[in-house]
C-alpha cells in the first residue's frame, strides 16, 4: 500500500540546484519503496544554519513555522519529510520551540496572521532517513535489494545535523551505526571511518572557505587511509563541501584524492536495480565510476 | 573586583537562550569540540565566562562567535545542557543589533547576502547568491575570485546541479504573505528590545 508523507524538499533539492542528485535519486528511491512525496505548496526557504545572524531569532523561526503553517492547511497528515539535514533541523528546533516556549507561540500566532497562516504545534518533522528505518523497515530495505554492490568499500559519513542534536533513531550521536547498516544491506562493506560524526565545515564554505578545506581534506585523507572506494552520506552540505571542493583541497594540500561521495538514496536505488540515471549517478562532480559495474 | 552585572543581565534577557548561560559550570567540554578550534579567540566557554564577568565589548568585537560551523558537538556533550550552539548564534546576533559586530566580517557578510537572497523571491537563489559573495569586495576583486572558482563552478553547470540564473527573479506565490510575515515579526522583536 502507498504511504503518503507531505514534503519539505528545500531550496537544494530545487530542479538544477546542487543537491538535485539527492531529489532525484530520493524520488527514484520512494518510488521503488511506493512512498509519495506530497511537497509542501508554495513554501519558503528555512536560511538553514546561519538565518540567526541576520534574521534573529522570531524572524529566523517564522519561515519554518510558515512552512508548518502551509503543510497543516494543505494536509491532515501529521509527518512532514525532509531530506535535507538543516531543513529537518530547522523544522524540528522550530515546532520544539513553539511547543515549549508559550511567548514564542503566542508571537507566532500574531507573526502567522500575517501570512494568513495558523499553526498548532502538532505536527512531526522527520528526517526520511527516519522513515525508512521506522516505517518501511530495515527487512523491506534489505529485500529490495537485486545488485549487490559486494566488494564495494565505503565510508559512511554520517556529519553533523542529520545526527545532532536529535539524532535518528535513538542512534549514538557519537558513534551512529544506522549509515552502516545501510552500506551493508547493500552488499558493501563499511569501514571504520574516524571522521564518520566530523564536521564539513557547512555553511562556512561560503565565507571561510580556507579553514573550512582544512576540516574537508581531515575527512578525505581518514576515508582514503580507510582504504574506502567511496563515500556516502545522507547531507547535501557534506555532500557538496566534501566533493565539490576536493581540486581546492588538492591545490591547497598537494594531495591527490579523488573520492566520490554520493548519497544513501544514490546507494540504495543503485543496489536496487535502479539505473545510472535514476541514481541521478550522471549528477556526480568526481565520477562515481566503481558503481558502473553494478549499474545498468 | 567588582564585577558590572548589566551586561550580564542584558545578554541573559536580550540575546536568543542567553539565560541559559547562567548555569554553565565552565568544564570546557563545549571548548574541546569546535571543529575550527585554533580559530576561536575564545571558546564557548570562556565568553560565557566573559560575559558573567562583564567584558562587553571584548565579547561583542570578538570574531569567535563567526567561527561557529553549527556542527552540535557541544550540544549534545555539554553536562549542563545548554543549547550552545543557539546561545553562540545568539551572540553573534546581539553583537549584531548591538553593532559591535564587524560588517566586513566574512561570515557576517555571507549571512547578509544570504537573508536577502532568500526574503527576495522566498528561496535560494544559488547562482545569484555566489556571484553576489565574490562581488562584495567590487568587481575586479570579484572577477578574480570567480576566475579562482571558476572550476568548481564549471563543474557545478556541467552536472546539473547550478541553475543558469543570475537574477533569480521568481517569487513565490504567497510571496506578499511572507513579506508581511517577517516584517511583523521584526517589529515584534524590536518591541521587545525596546521595553
Ligand atoms: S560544556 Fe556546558 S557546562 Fe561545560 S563549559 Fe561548555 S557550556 Fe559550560
Ligand atoms: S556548534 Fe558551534 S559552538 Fe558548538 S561545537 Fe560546533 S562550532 Fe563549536
Known amino acids: 500500500m502507498t504511504k503518503t508523507y507531505t514534503f ?4 537544494s533539492s530545487e530542479k538544477k540546484a546542487s543537491a538535485a542528485n539527492l531529489d532525484i535519486s530520493v524520488q527514484s528511491m520512494c518510488h521503488i519503496l511506493d512512498i509519495r512525496l506530497n511537497e509542501i505548496k508554495d513554501w519558503n526557504c528555512c536560511s538553514a544554519s546561519i538565518g540567526y545572524a541576520e534574521g534573529g531569532e522570531l524572524p529566523r523561526l517564522a519561515l519554518s ?3 508548518l503553517g502551509l503543510a497543516q492547511k494543505q494536509s491532515h497528515r501529521k509527518d512532514v519529510v525532509a531530506t535535507c539535514a538543516a531543513c529537518w533541523l530547522a523544522l524540528r528546533e522550530t515546532n520544539d520551540r513553539l511547543n515549549e516556549d508559550a511567548e514564542i507561540k503566542a508571537e507566532m500566532d500574531e507573526v502567522l496572521q500575517a501570512a494568513h497562516l495558523t499553526y498548532d504545534g502538532s505536527l512531526r518533522p522527520r528526517h526520511l532517513v527516519e522513515v525508512l528505518i521506522e516505517d518501511i523497515g530495515w527487512d523491506t530495505l534489505k529485500e529490495k535489494v537485486k545488485k549487490p554492490l559486494t566488494g564495494l568499500k565505503i565510508a559512511g559519513y554520517v556529519g553533523c545535523q542529520t545526527n545532532r542534536p536529535f539524532g535518528v533513531c535513538g542512534d549514538s550521536f557519537e558513534n551512529p551505526t544506522y549509515l552502516d547498516k545501510m552500506i551493508e544491506i547493500c552488499g558493501a562493506t563499511p ?7 566530523a ?3 557547512g555553511a562556512l564554505a561560503f565565507s571561510e572557505l580556507e579553514k573550512v578545506c582544512g576540516l574537508i581534506k581531515d575527512i578525505l585523507q581518514s576515508a582514503k587511509d580507510s582504504g574506502a572506494d567511496l563515500i556516502v552520506t545522507p547531507c547535501p552540505v557534506c555532500q557538496l563541501n566534501v566533493e565539490v571542493y576536493q581540486d581546492k583541497v588538492n591545490q591547497m594540500f598537494g594531495t591527490r ?3 566520490p561521495v554520493v548519497y544513501y538514496s544514490q546507494l540504495f536505488v543503485a543496489a536496487w536495480g535502479g539505473s545510472w540515471k535514476q ?7 568526481v565520477p562515481a565510476n566503481v558503481l558502473k559495474r553494478f549499474v545498468r | 573586583m567588582a564585577y558590572d552585572l548589566s551586561f550580564a543581565k542584558d545578554v541573559y534577557e536580550n540575546a536568543e537562550e542567553g539565560h541559559w548561560i547562567k548555569m554553565c559550570m565552565q568544564c570546557g567540554v563545549c571548548a574541546g569540540s569546535c571543529p575550527l578550534g585554533p580559530h576561536w579567540e575564545f571558546s564557548p566557554r570562556q565568553l560565557f565566562q566573559m560575559i558573567r564577568a562583564g567584558k562587553a565589548e571584548e565579547v561583542l568585537k570578538s570574531e569567535s562567535m563567526w567561527m561557529c560551523v553549527s556542527c552540535y558537538h557541544c550540544m549534545v556533550r555539554c553536562p549542563r545542557g545548554l543549547p550552545i550552539t543557539h546561545i553562540v548564534h545568539g551572540l553573534a546576533r546581539f553583537a549584531v543589533e548591538k553593532k559591535r559586530a564587524d560588517k566586513d566580517q566574512v561570515t557576517r557578510r555571507f549571512a547578509k547576502i544570504l537573508w536577502e537572497n532568500m526574503e527576495r523571491g522566498g528561496r535560494i537563489g544559488e547562482m545569484a547568491l555566489t556571484t ?3 562581488m562584495v569586495n567590487g568587481i575586479p576583486d570579484g572577477v578574480k575570485k570567480g576566475m579562482e572558482m571558476k572550476d568548481q563552478a564549471m563543474s557545478m553547470l556541467k552536472s546539473g546541479r547550478l541553475k543558469m540564473d543570475p537574477l533569480h527573479l521568481s517569487r513565490i506565490r504567497g510571496h506578499a504573505g511572507f513579506k508581511a510575515m517577517l516584517k511583523k515579526a521584526r517589529e515584534i522583536e524590536q518591541k521587545k528590545r525596546e521595553s
Request: hydrophobic content about 40%; proline content about 3%.
Open chain 1, 257 to 259: 584524492f579523488k573520492i
Open chain 1, 65 to 67: 513555522a510558515r512552512n
Open chain 2, 132 to 134: 553576489k559573495l565574490y
Open chain 1, 279 to 285: 541514481a541521478a549517478l550522471h549528477q556526480q562532480i
Open chain 1, 199 to 201: 564536521c564539513c565545515g
Open chain 1, 191 to 197: 569501514v571504520a571511518f574516524d571522521k564518520k560524526v
Open chain 1, 8 to 11: 519539505y524538499p528545500g531550496c
